[in-house]
């Protein structure tokens, strides 16, 4: 078998943010299901506007979250299948060179939808065991009929079958593309065939800035995952500080735990990727007498712009959310303060963002010091 | 003058210790050009690597000048390889997304060499500055590696069976190279090889067996890299 189950194991990652994304739509889409049928049963006009705002917001945030959400999960997909064939060049290669097909090598690759599954259905049970806490804390506000949890067949197909087999089979596209490079191309070494394209004049450049440069250029979708984490980060603990006057504490700490898992997972993913795609490198800067210090600057540092980039987007999303809303959705329901920019927020979130950040990057910079350079030139 | 004393090298745990260097001593003059030879597992790339600051010994000194590099600290050690030491290995290890500007840049940085194209003319790769390791030949490749280790003016270069990877014409193409740049700038090499032809082109030959020194001779003629077999 060309990708064995062992080898989904690695996509930890794409499970989590799968079970994140579906817990969330989870909650809010099987309570809207829950609330439609009740719809009948709403006499006031309050309880109307109330109705109203509530399935307006179930759809927004299942929409935005999911949404957002399900591209990364995709963009995560297709990273660790590139990434697969890159670094299985050879094996894919020889099995080419022997009659093998693109489909017939590529159609193994449904495992990595595995993970999808495995996320969604983790997702989907943990937020069917929290729906009784959640209509409890929607019925406590006393404005709509009382509600009780439904199963809902049509989103549990939703949310684990339809994704499951829609990420097996992108696996599978997206492989089959891949592998249509001549066999000799997937025989070489990754970076061999990789030149023309990626040429950029930077004669003048010194070596350690060229490196740092390069090292974004050539993955690029891990300065999208670097800038997503932070992006998570600022948005999601922001969006729960400065949402308690329009919701419960407990959606605040669930939106903050979602946040930081989907934040701290993210950057982990990236960032080991990042050491590991460049051991050789550092290795050889070792030889040459570059220090440690200079290793990890060029290696890791370039990808703090991207995260603080991802922290001012993550401001401006969640405070465009938030305001969109209090302004739209709930235009028509009383008693709902204002929303402002909250700046004190904002502050907390950038003081906790700042140290997080720079221990995770200090704690790859010591497993970059603790490269051996032997074992590395030996593989 | 490099003072190698005593040096001793294991690998594995205490049930299952494997003994690669014997207490080998050696000195090596400035400028010398020396040859180690020996079979495959004789020990001659860990005493190239534990020479060179990449190893650690268990036991023994290697002094340069006045300095032990065994006793030094890992920054110190880093700060004497910037220093002092080029490095050219079998398989280029070229940072295959950079041209060949910038692989030669990598050393040329260490040292401030902002001469560093000269170095790349001296190799006969002027005309493919702008090109990337994957586009070019072994022997352009090693030629390019042979740049970068003396873009950084190193007193004292190891080589790594350099021609291994390469044809008969190339490798003589790559070692005329080497040793012309060693008579021009005048540092210490110290090349370990397999092949006896190479070592009739150096000032000392070291011969190495089971993790001992065997043998040291002197050349009294070298010669050229298209004058030895091959």
Redesign the interface.
Known sequence: MVVGMKDTVKLVGISVIAACAVFVCTLFLNYNRDLAAMQGEIMTEAGMAMYRAQVSTGKVVAAVSGGCLAITSVIMLLFYVKNYIDTHGRELGILKALGYSGFKIARHFWVFGLSVFVGCALGYGLAFLYLPSFYALQNAEQLLPEIEVQFHISVAFFLVGVPAVAFSVLAVIYARLRLRRPVLDLLKDKHEYQTKGNRRETKDQPFLKELAGSTVRERKALVFFVTFSAFCFSAMVQMSLSMKDLSSETMAVMMMTIGLILAFMTLFLSLSSVVKGNTKTIAMMRVFGYPYSDCSKAVLGCYRPFSYMGFVIGTIYQYALLKIMVSIVFADVGNVPEYRFDLTACAITLGLFIPAYEIVMYGYARRIRRLSVKSVMLE | MISISELVKSYGNAGNKNQVLKGISLQIADGDFVVILGASGSGKSTFL?VISG??RPDSGSVVYGTSDITRLTD?KL??????N?G?I?Q?Y?L?????V??NV??????AGNREYREMITAVGLEDKT??????LSGGEQQRVSVARALA?KPKTLFLDEPTGALDEQTGRQVLDYICRLHQEYGFTMVMVTHNQNIAEMADTVVKMNSGKVTEVSANEQRKTAYEIGW
């Open positions: 690597n990449l190893e920054e880093t700060q004497f390889r910037k220093d030491i490095f290995f398989q290890y940072l295959p997304n950079m041209t500007e910038k840049r990598m050393g040329a940085d260490l702008g090109k990337y390791p994957g586009e950084k």
